[in-house]
């Protein structure tokens, strides 16, 4: 009689924890399932390192700008050489769902004659328009208007 209650008794453990298993493992599935949808964020370009933009005073030297930022994306000659580091932010909410753009830069360094560090300025997009978020100004017409406007059409991927 007595092994017949342990027997009963382990059963029902056995069964209370298949019980409490089938219903952890379900949310566990569910929940993995969810994770596949949640949103993603991609970066493409340059990605400005924390606090570089602090240690490239005016003045500094076209070899400074280069050990603190790298390699240019591109370069151009403005009355005085430019860097130009193009990077571009996008997100999509979920998995199979297409890519949208949420940022996109240009940071630029102007170079004196010398090749010394004479502007910089951080380009993005802000109602539709070109902004420096430096300055706080949108550029409006001449030299760097006509080579900023192509390179923000180039990376727009809308």
């Known amino acids: ?3 017949s209650i342990e027997r009963s008794r382990r059963g029902g453990l056995r069964a209370a924890v298949r ?3 089938g219903p952890a493992l ?3 599935l569910l929940g993995a399932g969810l994770s596949a949808c949640t949103s993603e964020q991609f970066q493409k370009g340059y990605i400005l390192p924390t606090g570089a933009l602090e240690q490239i005073p005016i003045g500094a030297s076209q070899d400074q700008v280069l050990i603190v930022m790298g390699t240019p994306s591109t370069v151009a ?3 005085g050489e430019v860097f130009y580091y ?3 932010r996008s997100e999509r909410p979920v998995a199979f769902m297409p890519q949208k753009v949420v940022d996109q830069r240009v940071i630029a360094i102007y170079f004196d004659q010398n090749r010394q560090v004479r502007r910089i300025a951080n380009y993005g997009l802000q109602d539709g328009k070109i902004f420096d978020f430096i300055s706080r100004t949108t ?3 001449g030299q760097e208007m006509s080579y900023l406007a192509p390179l ?4 727009s991927f809308r």
């Open 86 to 88: 193009i990077s571009q």
């Open 139 to 141: 550029p409006t017409s």
């Open 152 to 155: 923000f059409r180039l990376i």
């Open 77 to 79: 000659t403005l009355n």
């Open 19 to 21: 019980r409490g298993i």
């Open 1 to 3: 009689m007595r092994h």
């Open 26 to 28: 379900a949310l566990g």
